[in-house]
């Protein structure tokens, strides 16, 4: 359905509202007279094969239709270091943004770093019972709220042809923001600082996950996401 948002029509589009950039349901008419698209889609499993696979057919579905279509703007969420960092997931953003660069249609590639609402799948999937392992290496979580008013803002401004790097205010040891995290929710886990641990799967170093160059900051603290996110729940 079309709403009507700070004076510009959006349509939200995906599997919910059958929109499927898999199976190509919807997409024609989705795109069909956008001037901008934005593509927040995110892989239902991030199993290397499956994941790879979501983002190549995606981008094959969604972006030849928009050359179509004649969209002005192509707008992505990707991530910061993938081109870095080694991971499964990591190398499925990096076909992703390539799928973009060759497409043809106008674009920019916002690389964020990983979003505070991520903190608890970050602990989850280093945890082995009670123990949190995470290496001390550079942090600089942003929250989605940020990422939202950025993405926004960049969709309305004119295609970079390029990439643009965002992130969080606050940069900190990996390991403390999430033990910071778990104690303000009162999650009982310990986290262990193991410079051996790696970050899904690939190896890490210092600055891995951090952006290196010019970045444009989130407003919003740990500390005041996580007040926000208790007064909501
Ligand atoms: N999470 C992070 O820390 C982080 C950091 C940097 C960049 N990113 C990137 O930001 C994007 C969004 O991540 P997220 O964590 O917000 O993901 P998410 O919460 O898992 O949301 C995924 C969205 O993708 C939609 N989707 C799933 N399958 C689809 C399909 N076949 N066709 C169309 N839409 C589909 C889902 O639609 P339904 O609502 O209908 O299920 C959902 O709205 C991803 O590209 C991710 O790589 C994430």
Do not use: C
């Not at 009507?4 to 995906?14: D, F, I, K, M, Y």
């Not at 509202?17 to 956008?34: L, M, P």
């Not at 444009?216 to 500390?223: A, E, F, Q, S, V």
């Amino acid at each position: 359905m079309l709403r009507r948002l700070h004076g510009h029509e959006v349509l939200a589009a995906s599997p919910n509202s059958g929109v499927n950039t898999i199976t190509g349901e919807g997409v024609k008419e989705a795109v069909a007279g956008a001037q901008v698209v934005i593509d927040l889609a995110n892989s239902p499993s991030f199993e290397d094969k499956v994941v790879l696979e979501f983002f190549e057919t995606a981008g094959r579905n969604l972006l030849p239709a928009e050359a179509a279509a004649g969209v002005r703007h192509h707008v992505a969420l990707s991530i910061v270091a993938i081109d870095r960092t080694d991971n499964g997931y990591f190398r499925a953003k990096l076909a992703q943004e390539k799928l973009i660069e060759g497409s043809g249609v106008p674009y920019t590639i916002i690389r964020a770093t990983q979003f505070m609402e991520f903190l608890r799948g970050i602990a989850d999937s280093s945890a082995d019972g009670n123990t949190v392992k995470l290496p001390p290496i550079l942090f600089q979580p942003i929250a989605a709220d940020d990422v939202a008013a950025i993405v926004a803002d960049v969709a309305l401004a004119a295609p970079r042809g390029g990439i643009v790097e965002i992130a969080g205010p606050e940069r900190a040891p990996f390991n403390e923001i999430v033990a910071r995290y778990l104690k303000a929710v009162g999650d009982p886990r310990q986290v262990v600082s193991d410079p051996g641990a790696g970050y899904w799967g690939g190896r890490v170093e210092e600055r891995s996950l951090v952006p290196l160059g010019e970045v444009r900051l989130g407003h919003i603290g740990l500390d005041e996401w996580l007040r926000r996110s208790q007064a909501k729940a």
